[in-house]
């Protein structure tokens, strides 16, 4: 027998302090296999934002710069910019991408800057406890919006792929999702080609991967991987909106 | 011929690997590790396909697939 199936060598072999069942070491998992199959791990180097995944330093064994809330993209840009043969990714959640981060994000995006950015939608703010981020679903009852998401207060959650896929300088830009085995090797296949497009001078490339929050959805975490089948994907379409510059 | 092998106290008992098994062949063990999770276990591993969906959506990758 051979083995099929182990640990990639760009994950670090550690316990994570991901809670039960959350996604993030699922997408932490397929960045790594990503890494080992283009060759470039001595070259990556991660910017970390603030969020749960704010210690994905510790999981990935590139090298790494932690930015402020929000600039992992500004900060990355500054990195790629300075040294242009290396492969930079930011790795951030939508409370540091689309709340806090929106204007570093759309500028990034916008000047075309050579990075890979890696956009886990979770529908919350994690780290601090479940509040209501700009991507909580019209209704969804979180720490901040007891009664749900009214969007008479708090307006229509943001969809950043199709608002980004607007963007000239964009090369590459999906939506997926790591709730199911299937969806999973199709989320493998859009961050290998978010990084290939860096690794060959194309551009800017996103993926927007929506993950589960089983703590702060109060569900457990196999109710979770179908409250996202359920709640999120109808409102999040799972799809690539960008390959090689052209609109989808 | 397949197997698959559990790196037990990585383990935190999710149950994620359980309901994506087609065979059916994982569950919790009544034990608790050194973290105070139950570990997922195989219990016929003659039925494993060596299919590594379990390792694929296991968060923490706790999961070796031989085939
Ligand atoms: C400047 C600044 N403002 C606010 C915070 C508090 N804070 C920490 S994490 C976080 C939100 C993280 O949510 P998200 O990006 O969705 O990541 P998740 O934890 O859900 O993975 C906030 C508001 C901070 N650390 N710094
Ligand atoms: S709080 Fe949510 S996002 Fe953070 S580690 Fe726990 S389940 Fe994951
Ligand atoms: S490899 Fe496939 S058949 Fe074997 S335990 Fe895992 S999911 Fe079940
Ligand atoms: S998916 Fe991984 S962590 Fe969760 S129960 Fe199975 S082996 Fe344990």
């Given at each position: 027998?051979?083995?099929?199936f182990e640990r990639p060598q760009a994950l670090s072999d550690v316990t994570t302090?991901y809670?039960?069942?959350?996604?993030h070491g699922i997408i932490h998992r397929l960045?790594a296999e990503?890494?080992?199959?283009?060759?470039?791990?001595?070259?990556?180097?991660?910017?970390?934002?603030?969020?749960?995944?704010?210690?994905?330093?510790?999981y990935l064994?590139?090298?790494?710069?932690?930015?402020?809330?929000?600039?992992?993209?500004?900060?990355?840009?500054?990195?790629?910019?300075?040294?242009?043969?290396?492969?930079?990714?930011?790795?951030?959640?939508?409370?540091?991408?689309?709340?806090?981060?929106?204007?570093?994000?759309?500028?990034?995006?916008?000047?075309?800057?050579?990075?890979?950015?890696?956009?886990?939608?979770?529908?919350?703010?994690?780290?601090?406890?479940?509040?209501?981020?700009?991507?909580?679903?019209?209704?969804?009852?979180?720490?901040?919006?007891?009664?749900?998401?009214?969007?008479?207060?708090?307006?229509?959650?943001?969809?950043?792929?199709?608002?980004?896929?607007?963007?000239?300088?964009?090369?590459?830009?999906?939506?997926?999702?790591?709730?199911?085995?299937?969806?999973?090797?199709?989320?493998?296949?859009?961050?290998?080609?978010?990084?290939?497009?860096?690794?060959?001078?194309?551009?800017?490339?996103?993926?927007?991967?929506?993950?589960?929050?089983?703590?702060?959805?109060?569900?457990?975490?196999?109710?979770?991987?179908?409250?996202?089948?359920?709640?999120?994907?109808?409102?999040?379409?799972?799809?690539?909106?960008?390959?090689?510059?052209?609109?989808? | 011929?397949?197997?698959?092998e559990f790196n037990?106290?990585r383990c935190k008992?999710?149950?994620l690997c359980?309901?994506?098994?087609?065979?059916?062949?994982?569950?919790?063990?009544?034990?608790?590790?050194?973290?105070?999770?139950?570990?997922?276990?195989?219990?016929?591993?003659?039925?494993?396909?060596?299919?590594?969906?379990c390792a694929r959506i296991c968060p923490d990758c706790v999961i070796k697939v031989?085939?």
């Amino acid at each position: 027998m051979k083995v099929v199936f182990e640990r990639p060598q760009a994950l670090s072999d550690v316990t994570t302090h991901y809670c039960p069942g959350c996604t993030h070491g699922i997408i932490h998992r397929l960045v790594a296999e990503t890494i080992d199959e283009l060759g470039i791990l001595e070259r990556t180097i991660g910017v970390a934002s603030v969020g749960c995944s704010v210690l994905a330093y510790d999981y990935l064994e590139c090298d790494w710069q932690q930015a402020a809330h929000g600039r992992a993209p500004a900060v990355a840009t500054g990195i790629k910019r300075a040294l242009p043969d290396s492969i930079v990714f930011t790795y951030q959640g939508d409370g540091d991408l689309a709340s806090i981060g929106t204007a570093e994000i759309i500028h990034a995006a916008n000047r075309g800057e050579a990075i890979t950015v890696i956009y886990v939608n979770n529908t919350n703010y994690g780290m601090t406890g479940g509040q209501m981020a700009p991507t909580t679903l019209v209704g969804q009852v979180t720490t901040t919006s007891p009664r749900g998401r009214d969007t008479k207060e708090a307006g229509y959650p943001l969809r950043m792929a199709e608002m980004l896929a607007t963007l000239k300088g964009v090369n590459y830009l999906a939506r997926v999702a790591v709730n199911s085995p299937a969806n999973i090797m199709k989320a493998k296949r859009a961050i290998k080609q978010a990084f290939t497009v860096q690794v060959e001078d194309g551009g800017f490339a996103l993926v927007e991967v929506l993950s589960t929050c089983p703590t702060n959805w109060r569900l457990d975490p196999v109710e979770a991987l179908k409250w996202l089948d359920d709640n999120m994907i109808p409102y999040y379409p799972l799809a690539e909106f960008k390959v090689s510059g052209e609109v989808k | 011929m397949a197997k698959v092998e559990f790196n037990e106290e990585r383990c935190k008992g999710c149950g994620l690997c359980t309901v994506v098994c087609p065979e059916d062949i994982i569950a919790l063990a009544a034990r608790i590790n050194k973290m105070g999770y139950h570990p997922a276990q195989v219990k016929e591993m003659d039925k494993c396909t060596g299919c590594t969906l379990c390792a694929r959506i296991c968060p923490d990758c706790v999961i070796k697939v031989y085939r």
